[in-house]
């Protein structure tokens, strides 16, 4: 079921950064436990330097370079309230998964620290942020020694196969693995709510692509001085495995392109019998398959511009057929 999210207006934006000042400035009750302190007294002065300069930064409109700020102030001196800032910047920021993770943190701290109005805040702010969340499910190839990056950051594989929120926005993807060619792609994701699933391809092994490079090796028992000079292959089969693979790669982009039309249809149903948030039974099976059409057309995508790939590789690669004059 789908369901629209409105946008905040200029004086519901405004209202709700007053309310995150006010309840992240508030001092702590009478009894509460202290903010964690940081180690050193100089971390604590920097995070306070930090803290301040992105508060002007945001009051600016530079959300870009306030959160970083936030991020590291709270990293080095770490505090209910610069949390509940970070958090609310990256809510701004359009960047839901990150906000509902600081809040969580955020809620944590203040229980902690018997703070009840940020408490009350942050969790408020986790269920709502929790209905607005784009969920990315990966899979991964069976490959020895995979690591996955996303953002130049380390992607589990253990959280192959699992639902992980992720910010909307364009993302980069990394694949490498010992012995195996390395492979980047770009993901693209939608804001919520919704679901996704992106496909890391199987990574070629190493060997075979140097193999095709170099091109198939010269007949044995040929003298390297005055003998016959060897017959070159003339690629044959290569060329024609090239042409199969071509074959099939446009068949499973074919295949992304029915499954992105039929979602299409599908949501225009979903349009038809949806009334905001309320849908009849035939808005929510089309909801159904608009979900999983939307799935298959992805995974045909990336499989099929592999494919495609691999053929590409096998045509360009494919020795030239060369004349041999007769010795007479």
Request: hydrophobic share 40%; glycine share 10%.
């Amino acid at each position: 079921m789908t369901v629209l999210r409105p946008r905040f207006g200029s004086s519901a934006l405004l209202a709700f950064m007053v309310t995150i000042e006010a309840v992240a400035s508030a001092a702590p009750p009478t009894g509460s436990l202290p903010d964690p302190a940081p180690t050193d007294s100089s971390d604590k002065g920097m995070a306070e330097a930090l803290f301040r300069a992105a508060k002007d930064l945001q009051a600016q409109g530079k959300l870009a370079d306030a959160c970083p700020k936030f991020a590291e102030s709270h990293r080095l001196d770490p505090k209910p309230g610069t949390i509940l800032n970070l958090a609310s910047c990256h809510e701004l920021e359009g960047r839901t998964a990150s906000a509902w993770a600081d809040y969580s943190e955020a809620a944590t701290f203040a229980a902690r620290a018997h703070q009840a109005e940020r408490e009350k805040l942050a969790r408020s702010k986790v269920e709502e942020l929790g209905k607005r969340l784009s969920y990315v499910t990966f899979r991964f190839p069976d490959v020895k020694e995979l690591t996955v990056l996303l953002d130049g950051k380390t992607l589990t594989t253990a959280a192959a196969g699992t639902r992980v929120p992720i910010d909307p926005g364009e993302h980069l993807l990394d694949a490498r693995a010992t012995g195996r060619t390395s492979w980047t792609g770009h993901v693209k994701i939608e804001a919520g709510p919704g679901e996704q699933t992106v496909v890391v391809p199987m990574l070629a092994d190493e060997t075979s692509a140097a193999d095709l490079q170099r091109g198939p090796p010269a007949p044995p028992g040929v003298s390297s001085a005055g003998g016959e000079e060897p017959s070159p292959r003339d690629g044959s089969t290569q060329r024609a495995a090239g042409w199969i693979t071509l074959g099939i790669g446009v068949a499973a982009v074919g295949a992304g392109t029915f499954f992105g039309l039929r979602t299409l249809s599908d949501k225009s149903t979903v349009d038809e019998h949806c009334a905001g948030s309320h849908c009849d039974d035939a808005g929510l099976r089309a909801n159904d398959a608009a979900k999983d059409s939307a799935t298959l057309s992805t995974i045909a995508f990336i499989v099929g511009g592999a494919v495609l790939a691999t053929g590409i590789v096998l045509l360009v690669t494919t020795p030239r057929t060369r004349s041999v004059a007769a010795a007479w």
